[in-house]
């Protein structure tokens, strides 16, 4: 069976809806033939539960990074937040660290999903999210860029939604994957083992499954300089997976569960650099006096389809997850408690906690009525109870925040000729309550009382696509509204002044966007591009702002503008060549009712990056890729000031060039990577740029390695 290749060019965007039953199609180009020949582009369904829909009748801007991309890709790391850096335009650069503080969409977060099972916590956002399963699992990753209120809980810059696979061939397969990877000297190993097993009994009325568990170990790895990087990175990660559905006729019913742990170093020990000097953070051997960093994820969804109820498609899934994130310790300054303590001894950690569940219903009827009529509708629930508290004396720094959400939502969209106009409701309706709580000593131990905020807002989408006959171009324009909640823990872990109550901070109100966005694109028999101009506006936005080292919200208007463009193409039946760039634009205000004068800075937003690639099958069962990411320079906020702390980010810029080699050989799929191809020595970017950074997080990028796999199945 042949698998279609990736496709980079910036694509559609999925509908109002789609995320819900995770449905689109794609044109993408066929796979290499073994003898190297390159087939026609073919129209392929990437989902199981609903009809296809073709791209040009999609207003906005999506990418799918599809499981070509990904296997291609982690033969160089498997880092997921560097495979969203090279695919997606407006996506910022990886930190390469277990945080992806910093790694916004368009300058702004996005909504990260496991088959549509929310993963991020803007309840309390604590830049943990990114890690959350092992790439063996991941069919595709659907990314949806700009405002959407397809979820309703956070997609202020767009929706990243990684959706597992699922057994496709009849019988039992099973996989073994081993990868070796060293940067040749002490300290730089790594290794990775996984085991697949799948089983599909029937093309009707069968049962399929599908079960991985792998495990992953890296060591903390040097520069390209050879110096060795600084700790706050992944060192191992377990993932236990396994999904088992049966089909009934029209219904199908499916479970799936996932279990992801990482677990930081805790044998290493950071050795501060100097910013003004130059020299980046590096670690020794050491022993903490806390415990290591780790993530701990588990996500479960049981789902149900009918694909003929009442002439539509009908699906309902119930999801739980359960997340848990804890930081590095240490004597700081804002867990000091004289009470406990001498002020200067005290040490202690943080840690996150995150619990969900939530129940998404939709259904899609086609022809309703009218030929080329298109009715959805759904209802969407989600309760969220978030916390943080410090692990080593049992303090509490963020009390629990019970989130409550119900959305009711529809859209219609009518097709006539080459003229496709769509228009969907989101009536979200949620609460945010909080009991009685007392700040740390480091606020003053203020009492703050509890209580209840309501929020409720009608989000609206409408968007048109026009095709132009028998050309290969088409045009789009869109407006679209995102909503979410603002970082609620760090506002209220910060209250610093007595006689204050939850149902009282105006800071509480919610994040609303609004997404305006047009677009052109052409596809040919060898070549491709698309591109598209946005702007995207919050009255009210979530921008934290750090001073002597603590965070702080503030409720000011941000607006972003943007331009991305993506193109292929094929001179030669073997050989593809891609490019991308992306170009944001984000300003804020210092304070309420002041202009927008202020840079958005790194925390919320990527340079400008330029992205070229090239695929070459240069010979049978052979293929190799060459990417390059350049990542512009950038000075922001010169000589701007907040308080007694100065706003100004300087960003050098840097290219990286990464290099991947597969051969499908009678022995299994044998494949080589090579991260950072010319060992280019640079300091990352949200390191180098964000202003509140200091001499222990001025962090080097990892210099070049060399990854081996081998993967068989039988």
Known sequence: MRRPSSARPLRR?????????????????AAHAEDGAET???????????????LDKIPGAVNVISRGDIETQTLVSEDPSALLALQVPGYAPARQKLSNFGEGLRGRNALLLLDGIPQTNPLRFGGREGYFADPMIVERIEVVSGASAVQGMGATGGIINTITRRPTELGTRQTVELKYGTQGHANTQSWKTGYMVEHRSAELDGWDLLAYVGLRSQDVGIDGAGRTLATESLHRAGDAFVKIGRDFGAQRLQLMLNRFEADGFDDWVDVPGDRDAGVPTTSRHGSLAWDAPRNRVRSASLEWSHADLGGGYASAQLFKQDFEARYSGGVISTFQDAAIAPVGTLVDQSQIEADKWGLRTSWVRPDLGLAGLEFTAGLDLLHDTSSQRLTLTGRTWVPPLRYESLAPFTQLEYTRGNLTLRGGLRDERNSLTVDDYRTLAFYGSRAVEGGKRDAHELVKSLGGVWRFDATGWSAFASYNEGFGPPDAGLILRAVKTDGQSVDKLVDLQPVVTRNREVGVSWRGTSANFSASLYRSRSDLGSQIV?????????????EVKGFEFAGQWRPLPALRLDASYARTRGRTAAAAGEPLDLDLGARSQGPDKLVLGGQWAFAPAWRAQLN?????????NEGKFSGSTSLEEHFEGYTVADLALRWASPWGELGAGVENLFDRRYITYYSQSHYAGTDEDYYAGRGRTLTLNWRRSF
């Open 628 to 636: 390059v990411a350049r990542w512009f320079s950038r000075d922001a």
């Open 546 to 558: 750090v001073a002597n080292g603590i965070g702080s919200v503030q409720r000011v208007p941000i």
């Open 13 to 29: 965007a999925l509908p109002f809806h789609c995320l819900n039953a995770v449905a689109a199609a794609l044109l993408v180009p």
């Open 40 to 54: 026609k582009p073919e129209v392929v369904v990437v989902t199981a539960t609903r009809g296809s829909k073709a």
